[in-house]
């Protein structure tokens, strides 16, 4: 059974994670060496976030 979630709640938290990204490349471009491998990887955890949600394990 699939969670009964709005598409309005939905796009607010792909627009958060969106905007979380975004800042989180900004600080990597300052800061390279130390946030450059975790913005590929914060990329990988909301692709896995969603892929969890499509099969009803979140």
């Known amino acids: 059974m699939r969670a009964s979630i709005e598409v309005e709640t939905l796009l607010k938290i792909v627009l958060l994670l969106v905007v979380i990204w975004i800042a989180l490349e900004i600080i990597g ?7 450059g491998p975790l913005s590929s990887l914060f990329g990988l955890v909301i692709i896995i976030l969603i892929i969890l949600w499509w099969f009803d394990y979140v």
């Not at 471009?29 to 946030?35: A, N, S, T």
């Open 29 to 35: 471009e300052v800061v390279g060496f130390i946030l």
